[in-house]
């Protein structure tokens, strides 16, 4: 028998801090984590309806210095062992610790992570199969947007946060959106 084509699957794109857990700026304790609310509900509604869930977070505290990969993996085990409780687990994290005043050198490599660029979008692109065009991103700021628009992602979700006037006013024209005040008001 010949192999058949793997078909491509929809992509709930989620950003962390902020959307899946309570922003805790650069934060390292895991003690901070607390889910947001309506997220483990949406992961498993995205689930159901057969869509990838993947990660993409920008870390440049790790890069400024500000915390370790030890203490941003920390935060995200965390993260995850709550997210399992309820059987709601992504199926892949990619973060960019990329910062551009590094004195660590690996972290200043691969600046096209680093959202608003779409360098984690096009990993995960190469390492799953990724329908873009029926995929969502939900974030709390205009950078999580505009990556994802690069990408070819079409949908893409807002979520309120404190600072919701200020990263309104920073989405790029031409990118359509939708402000959600809860994510229990995203539709996949």
Same mark, same amino acid.
């Given at each position: 028998m010949?192999?058949?084509?793997?078909?491509?699957?929809?992509? #709930?794109? #989620?950003?962390?801090?902020?959307?899946?857990?309570?922003?805790v700026?650069?934060?390292?304790?895991?003690?901070?984590?607390?889910?947001?609310?309506? %997220? !483990?509900?949406?992961?498993?509604?995205?689930?159901?309806?057969?869509? =990838?869930? %993947? $990660? $993409? &977070?920008?870390?440049?505290?790790?890069?400024?210095? =500000? *915390? &370790?990969?030890?203490?941003?993996?920390?935060?995200?085990?965390?993260? *995850?062992?709550?997210?399992? #409780?309820?059987?709601?687990?992504?199926?892949?994290?990619?973060?960019?610790?990329?910062?551009?005043?590094?004195?660590?050198?690996?972290? +200043?490599?691969?600046?096209? =992570?680093?959202?608003?660029?779409?360098?984690?979008?096009?990993?995960?692109?190469?390492?799953?199969? %990724?329908? *873009? @065009?029926? @995929?969502?991103?939900?974030?709390?700021?205009?950078?999580? +947007?505009?990556?994802?628009?690069?990408?070819?992602v079409?949908?893409h979700?807002?979520?309120?946060?404190?600072?919701? !006037?200020?990263?309104?006013?920073? $989405?790029?024209?031409?990118?359509?959106?939708?402000? $959600?005040?809860? #994510?229990?008001?995203?539709?996949?």
């Amino acid at each position: 028998m010949g192999s058949m084509l793997q078909t491509r699957r929809p992509c #709930l794109f #989620l950003d962390r801090d902020g959307v899946i857990i309570k922003n805790v700026p650069y934060s390292k304790d895991p003690e901070t984590v607390e889910l947001m609310l309506g %997220i !483990e509900q949406l992961i498993s509604n995205a689930k159901a309806k057969n869509y =990838w869930v %993947i $990660v $993409v &977070t920008n870390q440049s505290g790790i890069g400024r210095g =500000w *915390l &370790t990969l030890e203490d941003y993996q920390a935060v995200t085990d965390r993260m *995850l062992q709550y997210l399992k #409780l309820s059987g709601a687990e992504p199926d892949c994290i990619y973060y960019a610790p990329y910062y551009e005043k590094s004195t660590i050198p690996e972290f +200043l490599t691969k600046p096209h =992570w680093r959202k608003p660029q779409a360098g984690m979008f096009e990993q995960a692109c190469l390492d799953f199969q %990724i329908d *873009l @065009s029926k @995929s969502v991103m939900v974030g709390d700021r205009a950078s999580d +947007l505009e990556a994802a628009s690069k990408a070819g992602v079409t949908r893409h979700y807002l979520l309120h946060s404190e600072d919701y !006037e200020k990263e309104r006013g920073l $989405v790029a024209p031409g990118i359509p959106y939708q402000f $959600v005040e809860s #994510l229990l008001d995203i539709k996949l």
